[in-house]
């Protein structure tokens, strides 16, 4: 037996007892004839003493050893003279009689403990270290078990797990496909999964009833703190409901997790808002509900009311009211007025008014208004005084929604309202079926094309399919979203439509997805489904700033792992049994 105990269990109960413990040297140090070393496994840290009285030759070899040393000490537990709280095993040591060492280490490129790292680059270059860091471990740990707890918590309502391939055709997630050359097939490609969204579908055709798969998805798109190439999902299907009972499962399974993992109740019943409502009042369709500041439209109040031409031009006038936060400066709300003018926000500048101590309004448009105006401005937000609002406007009121919806989670940061170990959840629903991009000019799913239109509007989907709303969800978590799904077109004929509306000849909708619109002449049942981001999941659950914190091996933000140093050139001979050639002279 390699051990007979882990270095993270010993207490004085075993006073007395003979164990042998294997581990990494976490650190040593040598205080006149003793040495003390501090050695590490997954369990914890127990104190190992070396000697020189007891044994000057065991005692030399260990003041040899350094940090990171592989091994294998077998001794006798006995009571710490000063103990350690900060420790599980802090009551203990170990009086050392046999050092083996199973494997030496070069010194590490930073030390391995939780406050100490060596800044991004080398942490991951050297991720097999940053993994040994507790810090780093747990939250690995945690993932491990929320997938043990919905594995679980999925079987005992008759969901069975299915795996499905990885290397197949376009999906329809909207991302750009990863494809992977084919060597029998020369000249084509496989595509690899944006998501199992056909697949799982086709499971429901054949039956299965309750799918679920944590599956690995791949998306060509720039990266972001909350995206990574290939993530993780939660990927689930059931035949026979309606979106309630949806809604409901997953729910209890949300409940169920926040209550096994961190001890939080979630409400008895989670709010649903429409995508209207939460466009209207937090300008996104992932509202953060840790705080308020929800927005006050203006337009009655402030347009055609004064000589401001910005705002009697716009479309849209609305701001927050950020509790006391009067006393700004200039300097301060300088930032603030760079801070939503920047490119990635888009705002054209900032009006400000602060509410004075005596109730009076202050602002930087004050020239143009009357103070009445003022006033009704001041009552339209229930402003105290010590309170600051802020305000922006715009031609286009979903676009101004959403730079004001930056500006309210940047003071929520700033007053410390998103704290990470609240957690406020909901669920959008009525989702716009269809929206504009630019990009392409055309409309585009804004789920994906198999969302059921709610029958209410199937009507307008000719003549106005942008006013369609889709019977289509999304959970949210602190202003996150963390899982999406819909009820799905089980029917041939809306299924063509809906095509057609995207701009698919029905060739090409034959081409891409006639495997499912074959299947679906064969008795489709109606079906719905949803998927969570376990990365994301995983990540609110564990406090993280960024997904990768909570993947064993990520990837950087320009998709390259730094460790395996991947993607990279291939040689030659495979290019050649592949049949194909890179030309890197054209420009981008
Ligand atoms: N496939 C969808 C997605 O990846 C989820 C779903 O509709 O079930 O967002």
Not at 371 to 399: C, H, R, T, W, Y
Request: negative net charge; aromatic residues 8%.
């Amino acid at each position: 037996m390699y051990r007979t105990k882990t270095c993270g269990e010993l207490r004085l109960s075993d006073v007395g007892t003979v164990v042998t413990l294997a581990g990494w040297v976490q650190r040593s140090r040598k205080m006149g004839g003793m040495t003390f070393v501090d050695l590490r496994d997954r369990y914890g840290l127990t104190q190992l003493v070396f000697n020189e009285e007891i044994d000057k030759n065991l005692c030399e070899r260990a003041n040899k050893m350094g940090r990171e040393f592989c091994i294998q000490v077998t001794g006798t537990v006995s009571e710490r003279q000063s103990k350690n709280k900060n420790i599980d095993t802090g009551d203990i040591e170990i009086i050392t009689n046999s050092l083996n060492v199973l494997s030496e280490s070069l010194t590490p490129p930073f030390t391995i403990e939780d406050n100490t790292d060596g800044g991004d680059d080398i942490r991951m270059k050297y991720r097999y270290l940053d993994l040994r860091r507790p810090v780093v471990r747990k939250n690995m740990e945690l993932r491990h078990r929320m997938t043990i707890l919905i594995r679980n918590f999925l079987d005992s309502k008759a969901f069975i797990e299915v795996e499905t391939p990885i290397l197949i055709g376009s999906t329809p997630e909207g991302a750009r496909d990863f494809v992977v050359p084919s060597r029998m097939n020369p000249g084509q490609f496989y595509a690899l999964p944006q998501s199992p969204q056909t697949l799982k579908q086709l499971l429901m055709v054949s039956g299965f009833d309750r799918y679920f798969q944590i599956a690995k998805c791949f998306r060509d798109e720039d990266l972001r703190a909350d995206r990574q190439p290939e993530f993780t999902q939660v990927d689930c299907e059931m035949s026979f409901v309606d979106q309630d009972d949806v809604l409901n499962l997953f729910e209890d399974m949300a409940r169920h997790l926040f209550k096994e993992i961190r001890g939080v109740d979630l409400p008895a019943k989670l709010q649903q808002m429409t995508w209207h409502e939460a466009m209207r009042r937090f300008g996104s369709d992932k509202p953060d509900l840790r705080f308020g500041m929800e927005f006050v439209e203006l337009m009655d109040i402030l347009k055609g009311t004064g000589e401001f031409s910005v705002f009697n031009e716009a479309a849209y006038v609305g701001g927050i009211c950020v509790p006391g936060c009067a006393n700004y400066t200039r300097k301060q709300l300088d930032t603030l007025t760079e801070f939503v003018k920047r490119s990635q926000i888009g705002a054209k500048g900032l009006v400000w008014a602060k509410v004075n101590e005596d109730g009076t309004v202050k602002s930087s448009v004050d020239k143009f208004y009357s103070s009445d105006v003022l006033q009704n401005m001041k009552e339209a937000f229930k402003a105290n005084p010590g309170d600051l609002i802020l305000i922006l406007s715009g031609d286009n009121a979903n676009k101004t929604r959403i730079q004001l919806c930056a500006l309210r989670l940047e003071m929520g940061e700033r007053l410390g309202l998103r704290d990470k170990n609240k957690f406020e959840c909901l669920w959008i629903i009525d989702f716009p079926l269809f929206e504009w991009s630019e990009e392409e000019q055309r409309l585009m799913a804004t789920h994906h094309p198999f969302t059921m239109p709610n029958p209410d509007d199937i009507p307008l989907l000719d003549e106005h399919p942008e006013n369609v709303r889709a019977k289509a969800y999304d959970f949210v978590c602190n202003g996150i979203e963390v899982g999406g799904g819909s009820l799905r077109i089980h029917e041939g004929q809306l299924q063509e439509k809906m095509f057609k509306i995207l701009g698919f000849t029905p060739e090409r909708a034959m081409s891409q997805f006639g495997f499912l619109i074959n299947a679906f002449k064969y008795g489709a049942p109606p079906h719905a489904g949803l998927a969570f981001g376990l990365d994301r999941w995983v990540s609110i659950m564990a406090g993280l700033d960024s997904i990768r914190d909570c993947i064993a091996f990520p990837k950087n933000n320009s998709g390259r792992d730094v460790m395996l140093d991947a993607p990279s050139e291939i040689d030659k001979k495979q290019l050649d049994e592949l049949q194909l050639k890179v030309d890197l002279s054209q420009e981008k």
